[in-house]
C-alpha cells in the first residue's frame, strides 16, 4: 500500500455484546467470481473525458492519453473487468465513429447526458488498451435499440478476429494487430428504456435475433450477455429467460439505490439519521432481488449455466450543487462504503448464480470510487470498501449466519451487524463485519468451524461523521486503518466495532 496505515482501537466499554457470528469453514461453498467486483465506465459527465481519459497531449501525467494515477489507483483494488461505453450511451454507440485517426472521427452529440459533445476521441482501439493498463477484462456493450444485427457482428469480428477478413484488416490498419480479449458483450442495454422502450416478449425475441449473429471464433469464448430486468421486474426475468435463456449466457439486472426517490433524490452528504437508515435499508433489498430473479432462472437453467450479472449499482443521490444535472456528479461518503460493504457481503450468499457485478459508476459518476478535478484525484470512501474486499476476488465463499439486533430509523430498518467469509487460494480466511448503526457499537462473537488459525489481524474503514467523505484539499479523511480490537481465545473470535463501521479481518 506504500503507507503504514494508522491503528484503530475500539472501545470495549462502549460495545455491548449483541451480535453472533457463526462461519463454516468447513462446508466451503462456491468460488466468488472476480467479475462481482466488477465497474462501469460511460460515456457520461467526466466519466470517461477527464475522468480517465485526457489525451496524450495533457499536462496531467498519462499513458497514451489515460491517467497515470487513475490507472495506479484501479491496478491497486485489481478492477477485474470494466464494462464500456454505456448504459444509456451504448444504446446509440456508433462504434464505428470511434476508430480510425482520431481527428477525423465525427463529433455527435450525447443525447442522453446533458446534451454535449461526444468528441468519440476514445472509441475501441482506447478503450481496448485502457482495459489491458488496468489488467482488467473488457465488457463491451452493443447497440441493439438503433442499429441493425450486422453492425453488432460487425463490432464483435472487428474486436477478435484473427484472419484476413476485411474487418480484421482495418483493425490490423488501425494500429491493432493481435485480436483483443473480448470477455463479455452485452445483446444491448435496458431495452426495457432507452434501449429501445421494448416490452419484455419484444426484447427476448430481439435478443434472440441479435445473439444468433454475434460470432467470435473457433474456440474463443465470448460471454453473451441480454439485457435485463429493473429492479423487481420479475416478469422480465422470466420472458427472457423462457424465450431466450437457451442463447445467452448472462442475464443483466440493474438496481439503484435511490434514497427519496426519482423524482425526489436526496443529497449525497449533509443527511440525517433518518437518510442514513434510508439508503442503507433500500440497498440491503438487493438481497430479496437476487433470490427471486434466481429462483426464476433456476426454473430454466437449473443447472445455473446462465449468469445473473447485477451490472449496474449504486446509490443516485440529487447531483452536487452547481454541475450539469446531466452528469451524475455526486459526493461519496462513509455511508456509500458501507454500502457497497453490505452488498459484497450479500453478493457473497449469491455467488453459485451471481457472477458478475458492475459499480455504478467507477469515475466520477454516481457512487464513484474515483473523483477528479484537473490534475488532482481522490479515492472515495467506496474505493477503500473495495480495496478491503479485494482478496475476496475468486476466493471460496464460506456459509455465514448472523444472529444480530435490529438498527432502524422511521419505516427503514436493516440488521445492526452484517457479516461475510471468504478462504482464499492461499488458505487465508477473510471475514468481512459491517456495523450499520451509526451511534451504537458492537461486540461480535464469531464462532469458527474448521479454522484455528495463528494470528489474527483486520483493517477497519470509518469515520466520525456519518457524511465523512474525501475531498482535493482533505483527499485521506476518510481511508483504511489498522484494526486491533479483534481476539481469538479459546476458539472464539471477538471484534469490538465501532458505530458505523466496515472491517476486514485475516486470519492466517
Ligand atoms: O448509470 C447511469 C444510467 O443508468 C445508465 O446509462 C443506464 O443504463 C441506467 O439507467
Given at each position: 500500500?506504500?503507507?503504514?496505515?494508522?491503528?484503530?482501537?475500539?472501545?470495549p466499554?462502549?460495545?455491548?455484546?449483541?451480535?453472533?457470528?457463526?462461519?463454516?469453514?468447513?462446508r466451503?461453498?462456491?468460488?466468488?467470481?472476480?467479475?462481482?467486483?466488477?465497474?462501469?465506465?460511460?460515456?457520461?459527465g467526466?466519466?470517461?473525458?477527464?475522468?480517465?481519459?485526457?489525451?496524450?497531449?495533457?499536462?496531467?501525467p498519462?499513458?497514451?492519453?489515460?491517467?497515470?494515477?487513475?490507472?495506479?489507483?484501479?491496478?491497486?483494488?485489481?478492477?477485474?473487468v470494466?464494462?464500456?461505453?454505456?448504459?444509456?450511451?451504448?444504446?446509440?454507440?456508433?462504434?464505428?465513429?470511434?476508430?480510425?485517426?482520431?481527428?477525423?472521427?465525427?463529433?455527435?452529440?450525447?443525447?442522453?447526458?446533458?446534451?454535449?459533445?461526444?468528441?468519440?476521441?476514445?472509441?475501441?482501439?482506447?478503450?481496448?488498451?485502457?482495459?489491458?493498463?488496468?489488467?482488467?477484462?473488457?465488457?463491451v456493450?452493443?447497440?441493439?435499440?438503433?442499429a441493425?444485427?450486422r453492425?453488432?457482428?460487425?463490432?464483435?469480428?472487428?474486436?477478435?478476429?484473427?484472419?484476413d477478413s476485411?474487418?480484421?484488416?482495418?483493425?490490423?490498419?488501425?494500429g491493432?494487430?493481435?485480436?483483443?480479449?473480448?470477455?463479455?458483450?452485452?445483446?444491448?442495454?435496458?431495452?426495457w428504456?432507452?434501449?429501445?422502450?421494448?416490452?419484455?416478449?419484444?426484447?427476448?425475441?430481439?435478443t434472440?435475433?441479435?445473439?444468433?449473429?454475434i460470432?467470435?471464433?473457433?474456440?474463443?469464448?465470448?460471454?453473451?450477455?441480454?439485457?435485463?430486468?429493473?429492479?423487481?421486474?420479475?416478469?422480465?426475468?422470466?420472458?427472457?429467460?423462457?424465450?431466450?435463456?437457451?442463447?445467452?449466457d448472462?442475464l443483466?439486472?440493474?438496481?439503484?439505490?435511490?434514497?427519496g426517490?426519482?423524482?425526489?433524490?436526496?443529497?449525497?452528504t449533509?443527511?440525517?439519521?433518518?437518510?442514513?437508515a434510508?439508503?442503507?435499508?433500500k440497498?440491503?433489498?438487493?438481497?430479496?432481488?437476487?433470490t427471486?430473479?434466481?429462483?426464476?432462472?433456476?426454473?430454466?437453467?437449473?443447472?445455473?449455466?446462465?449468469?445473473?450479472?447485477?451490472?449496474?449499482?449504486?446509490t443516485w443521490?440529487?447531483?452536487e450543487?452547481?454541475?450539469?444535472?446531466?452528469?451524475?456528479?455526486?459526493?461519496?461518503?462513509?455511508?456509500d462504503?458501507?454500502?457497497?460493504?453490505?452488498?459484497?457481503?450479500?453478493?457473497?450468499?449469491?455467488?453459485?448464480?451471481?457472477?458478475?457485478?458492475?459499480?455504478?459508476?467507477?469515475?466520477n459518476?454516481?457512487q464513484?470510487?474515483?473523483?477528479?478535478?484537473?490534475?488532482?484525484?481522490?479515492r472515495?470512501?467506496?474505493?477503500w470498501?473495495?480495496?478491503?474486499?479485494?482478496?475476496?476476488?475468486g476466493?471460496?465463499?464460506?456459509?455465514?449466519?448472523?444472529?444480530?439486533?435490529?438498527?432502524?430509523?422511521?419505516e427503514?430498518?436493516?440488521?445492526?451487524?452484517?457479516?461475510?467469509?471468504?478462504?482464499?487460494?492461499?488458505?487465508?480466511?477473510?471475514?468481512?463485519?459491517?456495523?450499520?448503526?451509526?451511534?451504537?457499537?458492537?461486540?461480535v462473537?464469531?464462532?469458527?468451524?474448521?479454522?484455528?488459525?495463528?494470528?489474527?489481524?483486520?483493517?477497519?474503514?470509518?469515520?466520525d461523521?456519518?457524511?465523512?467523505?474525501?475531498?482535493?484539499?482533505?483527499?485521506?479523511?476518510?481511508?483504511?486503518?489498522?484494526?486491533?480490537?479483534a481476539?481469538?481465545?479459546?476458539?472464539?473470535?471477538?471484534?469490538?466495532?465501532?458505530?458505523?463501521?466496515?472491517?476486514?479481518?485475516?486470519?492466517?
Amino acid at each position: 500500500m506504500g503507507f503504514a496505515e494508522p491503528a484503530f482501537a475500539a472501545d470495549p466499554a462502549a460495545a455491548p455484546q449483541d451480535a453472533a457470528v457463526a462461519i463454516h469453514a468447513d462446508r466451503p461453498g462456491a468460488r466468488l467470481d472476480p467479475h462481482i467486483f466488477g465497474q462501469f465506465a460511460e460515456h457520461l459527465g467526466h466519466g470517461v473525458y477527464d475522468g480517465i481519459w485526457v489525451g496524450p497531449k495533457s499536462s496531467v501525467p498519462n499513458i497514451h492519453g489515460f491517467r497515470r494515477d487513475v490507472i495506479d489507483a484501479l491496478k491497486a483494488i485489481r478492477v477485474p473487468v470494466v464494462r464500456w461505453p454505456g448504459g444509456c450511451f451504448a444504446d446509440e454507440y456508433n462504434w464505428r465513429e470511434g476508430i480510425g485517426p482520431v481527428a477525423k472521427r465525427p463529433k455527435r452529440v450525447n443525447t442522453n447526458w446533458g446534451g454535449v459533445t461526444e468528441s468519440n476521441a476514445v472509441g475501441t482501439h482506447e478503450f481496448m488498451e485502457f482495459s489491458e493498463l488496468v489488467g482488467a477484462d473488457a465488457y463491451v456493450a452493443g447497440d441493439l435499440g438503433s442499429a441493425p444485427p450486422r453492425e453488432m457482428a460487425a463490432w464483435v469480428e472487428y474486436m477478435t478476429s484473427p484472419t484476413d477478413s476485411a474487418l480484421a484488416q482495418e483493425r490490423i490498419a488501425n494500429g491493432r494487430k493481435a485480436p483483443w480479449k473480448l470477455a463479455m458483450f452485452g445483446v444491448g442495454n435496458e431495452l426495457w428504456g432507452c434501449g429501445g422502450n421494448m416490452d419484455a416478449v419484444t426484447a427476448a425475441q430481439e435478443t434472440r435475433r441479435y445473439a444468433a449473429f454475434i460470432k467470435t471464433p473457433e474456440g474463443v469464448p465470448l460471454m453473451k450477455v441480454a439485457s435485463g430486468a429493473s429492479g423487481e421486474d420479475y416478469a422480465w426475468t422470466e420472458t427472457m429467460m423462457a424465450k431466450a435463456g437457451d442463447v445467452i449466457d448472462g442475464l443483466a439486472l440493474h438496481y439503484y439505490t435511490v434514497p427519496g426517490g426519482w423524482e425526489n433524490k436526496k443529497p449525497a452528504t449533509g443527511f440525517d439519521e433518518h437518510d442514513w437508515a434510508e439508503v442503507l435499508a433500500k440497498t440491503v433489498a438487493v438481497d430479496t432481488l437476487l433470490t427471486r430473479h434466481g429462483k426464476i432462472m433456476d426454473k430454466y437453467d437449473p443447472k445455473r449455466r446462465v449468469a445473473l450479472l447485477l451490472d449496474e449499482w449504486g446509490t443516485w443521490y440529487k447531483n452536487e450543487p452547481g454541475t450539469n444535472p446531466g452528469f451524475l456528479y455526486q459526493q461519496n461518503s462513509l455511508r456509500d462504503a458501507l454500502v457497497a460493504a453490505l452488498n459484497f457481503n450479500i453478493f457473497t450468499r449469491h455467488a453459485e448464480r451471481l457472477r458478475g457485478a458492475n459499480i455504478a459508476q467507477m469515475v466520477n459518476v454516481l457512487q464513484a470510487l474515483i473523483l477528479t478535478d484537473g490534475a488532482k484525484m481522490v479515492r472515495t470512501p467506496t474505493y477503500w470498501a473495495f480495496d478491503l474486499y479485494k482478496d475476496y476476488q475468486g476466493a471460496t465463499v464460506l456459509p455465514v449466519e448472523v444472529d444480530s439486533r435490529w438498527y432502524g430509523r422511521g419505516e427503514y430498518g436493516l440488521a445492526a451487524i452484517s457479516a461475510s467469509a471468504v478462504r482464499d487460494p492461499q488458505g487465508v480466511v477473510h471475514v468481512a463485519l459491517v456495523n450499520a448503526d451509526p451511534a451504537q457499537g458492537s461486540q461480535v462473537t464469531v464462532k469458527i468451524d474448521g479454522v484455528a488459525p495463528g494470528t489474527v489481524s483486520g483493517r477497519i474503514l470509518t469515520a466520525d461523521k456519518m457524511d465523512a467523505h474525501n475531498t482535493m484539499d482533505a483527499p485521506d479523511a476518510v481511508r483504511p486503518q489498522s484494526f486491533t480490537a479483534a481476539r481469538w481465545q479459546n476458539g472464539v473470535l471477538t471484534a469490538t466495532l465501532p458505530p458505523k463501521a466496515v472491517v476486514m479481518l485475516e486470519l492466517r
